[in-house]
């Protein structure tokens, strides 16, 4: 028996060596967790590129809309086990939820890791592990209207949430004034899901109330800063903001702002619409950190990256298009052409980057000490229940239903039940630090 496996091996061994090996073209499939339009689009040009140059081809299948469904179809892909997709784009959010079905990235990328901002590649990197690959950076911003800055007598965009209040406020009443009657300050993302933690981690944190959970396990979220923040909040709601805010996502605040409103809260990405040619607001806004409080001036950090399924047949090939779809050239040509935010330090700098988004140039320092993780790592498999139940807290606040107080102190009791962690203080400035 043993004599028959060394035969039919040596044969195998000595039939590769005199015969040129008879390779099938693979096919890989990818999921990816970001779709807009344009994005998809950019993204076949950038797929078909890779097939030209590996001879792998690639497909791209579709994904849900929302990020919780998304999730939810991830993990019964992985769960099931079944080969399924080969490469898997995942939310900075995810690592520590889809660890276990990945393989580890980090002996095919030690050097190109090595380039990225430190605090993105952490993210996806899990005792020691590199569970993906980060192919674009993401973090909150406010974008604002250079020309109604000017024309309203403000030298500057607002440092802190109390002027950007006072600008907001007035120019609204101003441009309603001269008649556009549907015009908006300030406008971001309320509805309850995943964006609306983001942008309520800025406004808590940047005010010294600390990151829901802290990363040594203390469950923060019921102090005074952060209620005063959520308060903050509340009051925009049919004041500056539309009473609709509340059932807000990205999208939503994007078509107000170019349809007419002074300030936006939103990811990077949301440059490349605003920009387009015919946009009624082409060449008159710029970006800047989100305003500061007590804390100074943070935005949630976000983004993505590609992992390999440990269930993939194809794993050499998969790390290929992970290695094309993260590299340096193409993470340029993808900030050029759809504004999104390269994970290379070193391309914020790039003229070929700058000129299509000359915002982008605050960026490279913004990544470095500008930004507030979610508790996704310290709170790993039960961040998706820790995020919800967050959601609704704020939502609560925000439609009136709850005091912020009282929403605060339930919230603060269901971490404990979620997680099992204790209550404590948080511990003051949350922005990173290298
Ligand atoms: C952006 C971010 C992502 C975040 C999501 C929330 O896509 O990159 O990290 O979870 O928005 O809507």
């Known amino acids: 028996m043993a004599a028959a496996v ?11 060596c005199t015969r040129p090996p008879v390779r099938e073209p693979v096919t890989l499939t990818l999921l990816e967790e970001w779709t807009t339009k344009t994005f998809n689009e950019g993204r076949q040009q950038e797929l078909q590129q890779f097939s030209q140059e590996t001879g ?25 086990g079944a080969s399924g997709p080969d490469v898997y784009g995942i939310d900075v959010i995810w690592t520590r939820i889809l660890n276990e079905y990945f393989i580890d990235l980090k002996p095919y990328f030690a050097h190109e890791i090595s380039l990225q901002f430190p605090a993105i590649t952490a993210s996806y990197t899990v005792d020691n592990k590199l569970v993906a690959v980060a192919y674009r950076a993401d973090m909150g911003l406010l974008f604002y209207r250079t020309d109604l800055l000017r024309q309203y007598g ?11 209040e006072v600008m907001a406020a ?41 990151q829901i959970i802290e990363n040594d396990k203390t469950i923060s979220v019921n ?49 490349v619409d605003s920009q387009a040619a015919g946009s009624p607001i082409r ?8 305003p500061g409080g ?94 919800e139940a967050y959601v609704q807290a704020v939502h609560s606040v925000l439609t009136g239903e709850k005091g912020a107080p009282e929403a605060a102190a339930a919230l603060e009791n269901e971490l404990v039940r979620i997680t099992g962690f204790k209550k404590g203080p948080p511990h003051g400035d949350q922005r990173t630090r290298e």
């Open 294 to 387: 007590k804390a100074g001036r943070v935005g949630t950090l976000g983004g993505a990256g590609l992992a390999v399924s440990r269930f993939s047949a194809h794993p050499r090939e998969a790390v290929e298009l992970v290695r094309y779809l993260s590299r340096r050239d193409v993470q340029m040509k993808r900030a050029r052409m759809l504004s999104v935010p390269p994970t290379l330090p070193e391309l914020y700098d790039a003229p070929e980057v700058l000129e299509p988004n000359p915002g982008f140039a605050l960026l490279r320092q913004a990544f470095r000490t500008g930004i507030v993780s979610r508790p996704s790592n310290v709170t790993g498999k039960k961040y998706p229940d820790v995020s």
């Open 56 to 80: 792998i081809k690639v497909k791209l299948l579709p994904s849900p809309e929302s990020a919780k469904e998304k999730l939810a179809l991830w993990q019964e892909l992985l769960r099931s």
């Open 170 to 210: 007035r120019i609204q009443a101003g441009e309603r004034a001269a008649g556009k009657r549907e015009f908006w300050g300030f406008v971001w993302q309320g509805g309850a899901t995943e964006a609306l933690t983001c942008n309520a981690l800025e406004w808590q944190a940047s005010e010294g109330g600390g």
């Open 283 to 290: 060449n008159k806004f710029d970006i800047t950190p989100l």
């Open 154 to 164: 403000y030298r500057e965009p607002p440092r802190t949430w109390d002027e950007l």
């Open 6 to 16: 060394c035969i039919v091996l040596l044969s195998l061994l000595l039939g590769s």
């Open 223 to 271: 102090n005074p800063h952060a209620i005063r923040a959520w308060q903050r909040a509340a009051r925009w709601v049919g004041s500056i903001s539309p009473r609709t805010v509340g059932g807000y996502v990205e999208a939503d605040a994007l078509n107000v702002w170019i349809a007419g409103a002074a300030f936006m809260r939103n990811w990077p990405t949301a440059y």
